[in-house]
Protein backbone atom coordinates (compact mmCIF):
# COMPACT_ATOMS: atom_id res chain seq x y z
CA UNK A 1 0.00 0.00 0.00
CA UNK A 2 1.06 3.71 -1.32
CA UNK A 3 2.08 6.03 2.16
CA UNK A 4 0.44 8.92 2.47
CA UNK A 5 2.79 12.38 2.63
CA UNK A 6 2.03 12.45 6.32
CA UNK A 7 3.09 8.58 6.86
CA UNK A 8 6.15 9.10 4.94
CA UNK A 9 7.06 11.76 7.49
CA UNK A 10 6.09 10.40 10.21
CA UNK A 11 8.44 7.34 9.74
CA UNK A 12 11.32 8.84 8.57
CA UNK A 13 13.98 6.95 10.32
CA UNK A 14 17.01 8.97 10.82
CA UNK A 15 18.81 11.59 8.82
CA UNK A 16 21.02 9.66 6.41
CA UNK A 17 22.44 10.81 3.43
CA UNK A 18 20.39 8.51 0.95
CA UNK A 19 17.15 9.37 2.53
CA UNK A 20 17.68 13.74 2.61
CA UNK A 21 19.08 13.72 -1.26
CA UNK A 22 15.99 11.45 -1.97
CA UNK A 23 13.60 13.34 -0.20
CA UNK A 24 12.76 16.09 -3.24
CA UNK A 25 12.72 13.03 -4.92
CA UNK A 26 9.92 11.46 -3.11
CA UNK A 27 8.16 15.12 -3.15
CA UNK A 28 7.78 15.38 -6.40
CA UNK A 29 6.94 11.36 -7.31
CA UNK A 30 3.65 11.60 -4.77
CA UNK A 31 2.83 14.89 -6.80
CA UNK A 32 2.03 12.94 -9.60
CA UNK A 33 -0.38 11.16 -7.52
CA UNK A 34 -2.19 14.38 -6.64
CA UNK A 35 -0.33 14.29 -3.09
CA UNK A 36 1.29 18.27 -1.82
CA UNK A 37 3.40 18.31 1.40
CA UNK A 38 1.43 18.42 4.64
CA UNK A 39 3.21 20.94 5.82
CA UNK A 40 4.92 24.28 3.59
CA UNK A 41 8.02 23.60 2.42
CA UNK A 42 8.56 27.37 1.54
CA UNK A 43 10.10 28.52 4.65
CA UNK A 44 7.86 32.39 4.29
CA UNK A 45 4.69 30.29 3.89
CA UNK A 46 5.88 27.95 6.64
CA UNK A 47 5.96 31.32 8.81
CA UNK A 48 2.51 32.56 7.81
CA UNK A 49 0.88 29.07 8.25
CA UNK A 50 2.28 29.25 11.68
CA UNK A 51 1.25 32.36 13.00
CA UNK A 52 -1.94 32.01 11.56
CA UNK A 53 -2.24 28.97 13.63
CA UNK A 54 -1.06 30.70 16.83
CA UNK A 55 -3.06 33.08 19.05
CA UNK A 56 -2.00 36.92 19.09
CA UNK A 57 -0.26 36.39 22.52
CA UNK A 58 1.79 33.66 21.13
CA UNK A 59 2.64 35.03 17.64
CA UNK A 60 3.76 38.03 19.85
CA UNK A 61 5.81 36.31 22.07
CA UNK A 62 7.36 33.73 19.46
CA UNK A 63 8.01 36.22 16.71
CA UNK A 64 8.65 39.49 18.62
CA UNK A 65 11.96 40.90 19.57
CA UNK A 66 13.39 43.90 21.57
CA UNK A 67 12.38 47.31 21.26
CA UNK A 68 12.39 48.31 17.22
CA UNK A 69 13.52 44.72 16.43
CA UNK A 70 16.42 45.66 14.86
CA UNK A 71 18.57 42.99 15.62
CA UNK A 72 16.13 40.55 14.35
CA UNK A 73 16.56 42.02 10.95
CA UNK A 74 19.92 42.56 11.67
CA UNK A 75 20.49 38.84 12.24
CA UNK A 76 18.84 38.25 8.61
CA UNK A 77 20.00 40.81 6.91
CA UNK A 78 23.76 39.75 7.70
CA UNK A 79 23.20 36.20 6.76
CA UNK A 80 21.77 37.14 2.96
CA UNK A 81 24.78 39.71 2.74
CA UNK A 82 27.44 36.48 3.08
CA UNK A 83 27.02 34.47 -0.41
CA UNK A 84 27.87 31.55 -1.11
CA UNK A 85 30.66 30.48 -3.73
CA UNK A 86 29.83 26.96 -5.60
CA UNK A 87 32.78 24.85 -6.59
CA UNK A 88 31.89 22.55 -9.84
CA UNK A 89 33.47 18.99 -10.18
CA UNK A 90 34.26 18.19 -6.73
CA UNK A 91 33.12 14.75 -6.94
CA UNK A 92 29.88 14.95 -4.35
CA UNK A 93 28.11 11.87 -5.02
CA UNK A 94 28.65 10.26 -1.60
CA UNK A 95 28.15 13.36 0.94
CA UNK A 96 28.33 12.52 5.13
CA UNK A 97 26.54 15.24 7.60
CA UNK A 98 27.90 13.55 10.22
CA UNK A 99 28.72 15.18 13.08
CA UNK A 100 30.69 14.34 16.36
CA UNK A 101 30.72 17.28 19.61
CA UNK A 102 31.45 16.41 22.87
CA UNK A 103 32.00 13.02 22.71
CA UNK A 104 28.66 12.29 21.01
CA UNK A 105 28.06 11.17 17.23
CA UNK A 106 24.94 12.94 15.65
CA UNK A 107 23.53 12.57 11.66
CA UNK A 108 24.21 16.45 10.94
CA UNK A 109 25.67 19.55 12.52
CA UNK A 110 22.18 20.88 13.68
CA UNK A 111 20.07 20.88 17.11
CA UNK A 112 16.94 22.50 18.19
CA UNK A 113 17.76 25.70 20.59
CA UNK A 114 15.98 25.81 24.08
CA UNK A 115 12.43 27.60 23.19
CA UNK A 116 10.47 27.78 26.34
CA UNK A 117 6.65 28.57 26.76
CA UNK A 118 5.94 26.04 24.05
CA UNK A 119 2.06 25.37 25.21
CA UNK A 120 1.23 28.73 23.65
CA UNK A 121 2.53 27.52 20.57
CA UNK A 122 0.76 23.78 20.50
CA UNK A 123 -0.99 21.88 23.95
CA UNK A 124 1.74 18.94 23.28
CA UNK A 125 4.53 21.17 23.63
CA UNK A 126 8.07 20.39 24.05
CA UNK A 127 7.15 16.81 24.70
CA UNK A 128 6.37 17.22 21.01
CA UNK A 129 9.64 18.71 19.77
CA UNK A 130 11.40 15.71 21.37
CA UNK A 131 9.67 13.29 20.19
CA UNK A 132 10.02 15.05 16.59
CA UNK A 133 13.65 16.05 17.14
CA UNK A 134 13.97 11.85 17.72
CA UNK A 135 12.30 10.48 15.07
CA UNK A 136 15.54 12.19 12.92
CA UNK A 137 17.96 11.29 15.78
CA UNK A 138 18.68 15.52 16.43
CA UNK A 139 19.11 16.32 19.67
CA UNK A 140 17.14 19.27 21.35
CA UNK A 141 17.94 21.47 24.18
CA UNK A 142 15.18 21.82 26.44
CA UNK A 143 14.75 24.78 27.99
CA UNK A 144 14.29 25.58 32.15
CA UNK A 145 11.23 27.85 30.92
CA UNK A 146 9.71 24.77 29.66
CA UNK A 147 5.42 24.30 29.75
CA UNK A 148 6.78 20.86 30.96
CA UNK A 149 8.55 19.51 33.43
CA UNK A 150 11.97 17.78 32.31
CA UNK A 151 11.33 14.73 33.44
CA UNK A 152 7.95 14.21 31.32
CA UNK A 153 9.73 15.66 28.53
CA UNK A 154 12.43 12.61 28.99
CA UNK A 155 9.59 10.26 29.25
CA UNK A 156 7.66 11.28 26.01
CA UNK A 157 11.28 10.39 23.60
CA UNK A 158 13.14 8.39 26.19
CA UNK A 159 16.28 8.09 23.76
CA UNK A 160 16.25 11.08 22.11
CA UNK A 161 19.62 12.76 22.18
CA UNK A 162 19.12 15.96 24.65
CA UNK A 163 21.17 18.40 26.61
CA UNK A 164 19.22 21.17 29.34
CA UNK A 165 19.62 24.42 29.21
CA UNK A 166 19.93 26.57 32.36
CA UNK A 167 18.45 30.17 33.58
CA UNK A 168 20.86 30.78 36.52
CA UNK A 169 18.35 31.51 39.40
CA UNK A 170 19.23 33.57 42.65
CA UNK A 171 18.76 30.82 44.70
CA UNK A 172 21.88 28.44 44.77
CA UNK A 173 20.02 25.68 46.12
CA UNK A 174 17.45 25.78 43.53
CA UNK A 175 19.99 25.78 40.84
CA UNK A 176 21.71 22.94 42.40
CA UNK A 177 18.67 21.10 41.90
CA UNK A 178 17.60 22.11 38.55
CA UNK A 179 20.83 21.17 37.82
CA UNK A 180 20.94 17.67 39.50
CA UNK A 181 17.52 16.51 38.01
CA UNK A 182 18.83 17.10 34.66
CA UNK A 183 21.89 14.86 35.50
CA UNK A 184 19.63 12.26 37.17
CA UNK A 185 17.13 12.33 34.15
CA UNK A 186 19.95 11.53 31.40
CA UNK A 187 20.83 15.33 29.65
CA UNK A 188 24.33 15.11 28.39
CA UNK A 189 25.46 18.62 28.55
CA UNK A 190 24.11 21.22 30.67
CA UNK A 191 23.73 24.94 28.59
CA UNK A 192 24.01 28.22 30.36
CA UNK A 193 22.54 31.45 29.07
CA UNK A 194 24.42 34.23 29.59
CA UNK A 195 22.47 36.95 28.08
CA UNK A 196 18.98 36.87 29.91
CA UNK A 197 19.63 37.93 33.64
CA UNK A 198 16.25 40.01 33.18
CA UNK A 199 14.02 39.77 30.01
CA UNK A 200 14.27 42.28 27.47
CA UNK A 201 12.38 45.37 26.13
CA UNK A 202 9.92 43.64 24.06
CA UNK A 203 7.09 46.23 22.81
CA UNK A 204 4.71 43.49 21.38
CA UNK A 205 4.98 41.98 24.42
CA UNK A 206 4.36 44.84 26.80
CA UNK A 207 1.78 46.52 24.43
CA UNK A 208 -0.75 43.10 25.62
CA UNK A 209 0.54 43.11 28.65
CA UNK A 210 1.32 39.20 28.39
CA UNK A 211 4.34 37.39 29.89
CA UNK A 212 3.47 33.83 30.43
CA UNK A 213 4.86 32.72 33.13
CA UNK A 214 3.17 35.16 35.28
CA UNK A 215 0.26 32.51 34.21
CA UNK A 216 2.25 29.58 35.26
CA UNK A 217 2.84 28.82 31.52
CA UNK A 218 6.83 28.12 31.10
CA UNK A 219 7.59 27.47 34.84
CA UNK A 220 6.60 23.81 34.79
CA UNK A 221 10.70 22.78 35.98
CA UNK A 222 10.07 25.31 39.06
CA UNK A 223 6.71 23.69 40.16
CA UNK A 224 8.04 20.43 39.85
CA UNK A 225 11.45 21.14 41.49
CA UNK A 226 11.84 19.93 45.75
CA UNK A 227 13.81 23.05 46.30
CA UNK A 228 11.70 25.31 44.71
CA UNK A 229 8.79 23.74 46.56
CA UNK A 230 10.36 24.01 49.77
CA UNK A 231 10.26 27.71 49.22
CA UNK A 232 6.83 28.43 48.82
CA UNK A 233 5.39 31.08 51.24
CA UNK A 234 2.61 29.28 53.02
CA UNK A 235 0.14 32.07 53.34
CA UNK A 236 -0.61 32.71 49.74
CA UNK A 237 -2.88 30.33 47.47
CA UNK A 238 -0.43 27.77 46.18
CA UNK A 239 -0.99 29.35 42.27
CA UNK A 240 0.15 32.87 43.66
CA UNK A 241 2.88 31.51 45.33
CA UNK A 242 4.26 29.72 42.60
CA UNK A 243 4.13 32.66 40.48
CA UNK A 244 5.84 35.26 42.74
CA UNK A 245 8.57 32.81 43.67
CA UNK A 246 9.41 32.41 40.36
CA UNK A 247 9.38 36.08 40.15
CA UNK A 248 11.61 36.68 42.96
CA UNK A 249 14.56 33.90 41.27
CA UNK A 250 14.03 33.77 37.82
CA UNK A 251 17.79 34.82 37.25
CA UNK A 252 20.46 36.55 39.20
CA UNK A 253 21.95 39.82 37.17
CA UNK A 254 24.81 39.78 39.81
CA UNK A 255 26.84 37.00 38.53
CA UNK A 256 30.53 37.29 37.09
CA UNK A 257 32.31 35.07 35.15
CA UNK A 258 33.60 34.05 38.56
CA UNK A 259 31.05 32.52 39.51
CA UNK A 260 30.74 29.79 36.71
CA UNK A 261 33.46 27.76 39.12
CA UNK A 262 30.52 26.95 41.51
CA UNK A 263 28.82 26.01 39.03
CA UNK A 264 31.70 23.25 37.77
CA UNK A 265 31.62 22.65 41.49
CA UNK A 266 27.58 21.52 41.09
CA UNK A 267 28.00 18.72 37.67
CA UNK A 268 30.26 16.99 35.50
CA UNK A 269 28.24 17.92 32.40
CA UNK A 270 30.21 19.91 29.93
CA UNK A 271 29.39 23.72 30.17
CA UNK A 272 27.95 24.90 27.35
CA UNK A 273 28.09 28.72 27.41
CA UNK A 274 25.30 30.35 25.40
CA UNK A 275 24.75 34.21 24.46
CA UNK A 276 28.75 34.66 23.43
CA UNK A 277 28.88 37.84 20.88
CA UNK A 278 32.48 39.03 20.78
CA UNK A 279 36.37 37.41 21.33
CA UNK A 280 36.89 39.36 24.82
CA UNK A 281 33.55 36.69 26.06
CA UNK A 282 34.65 33.84 24.14
CA UNK A 283 38.21 34.84 25.93
CA UNK A 284 36.91 34.54 29.20
CA UNK A 285 34.88 32.02 28.71
CA UNK A 286 37.81 29.69 27.60
CA UNK A 287 39.31 31.30 31.00
CA UNK A 288 36.84 29.61 33.33
CA UNK A 289 36.80 26.11 31.24
CA UNK A 290 33.67 25.66 29.12
CA UNK A 291 33.87 22.88 26.97
CA UNK A 292 31.69 24.74 24.01
CA UNK A 293 30.80 28.30 23.29
CA UNK A 294 27.46 29.44 21.62
CA UNK A 295 27.23 32.22 19.29
CA UNK A 296 23.61 33.65 19.42
CA UNK A 297 22.11 37.13 20.25
CA UNK A 298 19.03 35.39 21.80
CA UNK A 299 17.86 35.68 18.23
CA UNK A 300 17.36 39.64 18.72
CA UNK A 301 14.96 38.68 22.27
CA UNK A 302 17.34 40.52 24.04
CA UNK A 303 18.79 43.60 22.90
CA UNK A 304 17.56 46.06 20.69
CA UNK A 305 20.61 46.62 17.86
CA UNK A 306 23.23 44.23 18.79
CA UNK A 307 25.45 43.13 16.56
CA UNK A 308 24.38 40.26 14.37
CA UNK A 309 25.33 36.87 15.38
CA UNK A 310 26.53 35.83 12.35
CA UNK A 311 29.12 38.70 11.95
CA UNK A 312 29.97 38.17 15.60
CA UNK A 313 30.95 34.44 14.70
CA UNK A 314 34.04 34.89 12.97
CA UNK A 315 35.92 36.78 15.49
CA UNK A 316 34.66 34.19 18.33
CA UNK A 317 35.82 31.18 16.25
CA UNK A 318 39.55 33.15 15.48
CA UNK A 319 39.12 33.93 19.59
CA UNK A 320 38.59 30.32 20.62
CA UNK A 321 41.09 28.61 17.66
CA UNK A 322 39.51 25.25 17.83
CA UNK A 323 40.30 24.68 21.24
CA UNK A 324 36.53 24.47 22.21
CA UNK A 325 33.63 23.43 19.48
CA UNK A 326 31.19 26.54 18.75
CA UNK A 327 27.66 26.26 18.43
CA UNK A 328 25.87 29.37 16.32
CA UNK A 329 21.91 30.71 16.26
CA UNK A 330 19.88 33.51 15.53
CA UNK A 331 18.16 34.21 12.39
CA UNK A 332 18.50 30.83 10.40
CA UNK A 333 16.07 29.69 8.17
CA UNK A 334 17.00 27.47 5.76
CA UNK A 335 19.91 25.12 4.84
CA UNK A 336 21.61 27.50 2.87
CA UNK A 337 21.89 29.64 6.27
CA UNK A 338 23.74 26.59 7.88
CA UNK A 339 26.42 26.44 4.94
CA UNK A 340 26.83 29.81 5.49
CA UNK A 341 27.46 29.44 9.33
CA UNK A 342 29.77 26.19 9.21
CA UNK A 343 31.92 27.93 6.62
CA UNK A 344 32.60 30.77 9.26
CA UNK A 345 33.56 28.22 11.59
CA UNK A 346 30.32 27.00 13.67
CA UNK A 347 30.75 23.35 14.42
CA UNK A 348 26.56 22.83 14.78
CA UNK A 349 23.62 25.12 13.74
CA UNK A 350 21.33 25.46 16.09
CA UNK A 351 17.27 25.88 15.46
CA UNK A 352 14.81 28.20 17.25
CA UNK A 353 12.04 29.78 15.70
CA UNK A 354 12.13 27.90 13.06
CA UNK A 355 11.31 24.44 14.09
CA UNK A 356 8.50 26.00 16.11
CA UNK A 357 7.03 26.84 13.38
CA UNK A 358 6.04 23.21 12.59
CA UNK A 359 5.25 22.96 16.06
CA UNK A 360 2.02 25.31 15.35
CA UNK A 361 1.21 23.47 12.56
CA UNK A 362 1.64 19.73 13.61
CA UNK A 363 3.18 18.63 16.67
CA UNK A 364 5.69 16.15 16.68
CA UNK A 365 5.24 15.35 13.05
CA UNK A 366 5.53 18.87 12.25
CA UNK A 367 9.15 19.46 13.57
CA UNK A 368 9.57 16.57 12.26
CA UNK A 369 8.51 17.33 8.85
CA UNK A 370 10.16 20.68 9.27
CA UNK A 371 13.43 19.07 10.37
CA UNK A 372 13.61 16.88 7.36
CA UNK A 373 13.60 19.72 5.03
CA UNK A 374 15.74 21.67 6.41
CA UNK A 375 18.59 18.77 6.58
CA UNK A 376 17.49 17.83 3.32
CA UNK A 377 17.90 21.44 2.14
CA UNK A 378 21.51 21.68 3.45
CA UNK A 379 22.43 18.46 1.68
CA UNK A 380 21.37 20.15 -1.29
CA UNK A 381 23.30 23.35 -0.75
CA UNK A 382 26.44 21.37 0.27
CA UNK A 383 26.60 18.98 -3.02
CA UNK A 384 25.54 21.84 -5.02
CA UNK A 385 28.27 24.41 -4.26
CA UNK A 386 31.15 21.31 -3.89
CA UNK A 387 31.30 19.85 -0.52
CA UNK A 388 30.40 16.76 0.52
CA UNK A 389 31.15 16.79 4.01
CA UNK A 390 30.57 20.13 6.67
CA UNK A 391 34.36 20.09 7.46
CA UNK A 392 35.17 20.70 3.70
CA UNK A 393 33.32 24.11 3.87
CA UNK A 394 35.40 27.39 5.05
CA UNK A 395 35.77 31.09 4.51
CA UNK A 396 36.29 30.96 0.71
CA UNK A 397 33.38 29.05 0.42
CA UNK A 398 31.82 32.41 1.08
CA UNK A 399 31.80 36.37 -0.81
CA UNK A 400 30.52 39.09 1.18
CA UNK A 401 28.05 40.99 -0.03
CA UNK A 402 28.64 44.82 0.83
CA UNK A 403 25.79 46.19 2.98
Same mark, same amino acid.
Given at each position: =????? +??????????????? !????????????????????????????? #???????????????????????? !?????????????? =????????????????????????????????????????????????????????????????????????????????????????????????? #???????????????????????????????????????? +????????????????????????????????????????????????????????? #???????????????????????????????????????????????????? &???????????? #? +????????????????????????????? !?????? =????????? &????? &????????
Amino acid at each position: =MTQTT +DEAQQTTPQATPSAL !AEYQNEIYLRGLGGETPTFPIDVRALETA #AYAAMTPEAVGYVAGGAGTERTVA !ANRDSLDRWRIVPR =MLRGVAQRDLTTTLLGHTFPAPVMLGPVGVQAIIHPDAEAATAKGAAALGIPYILSTASSTAMEEVVAAAPDAPRWYQLYWPKNRELAKSLVRRAEE #AGFTALVVTLDTWMLGWRPRDLDRAYLPFLRRVGIANYTS +DPVFRSMLPDNLPVEQAEVLTWAANFADPSLTWDDIAWLREQTSLPLILKGISCGAD #ASLALDVGADAVHVSNHGGRQVDGAVAAIDALPEVVDTLAKRVPVLFDSGVR &SGTDAVKALALG #A +DVVVLGRLYTWGLALGGADGVTAVLRAFL !ADLDNT =MALSGHAKP &SELTR &SSLARVPA
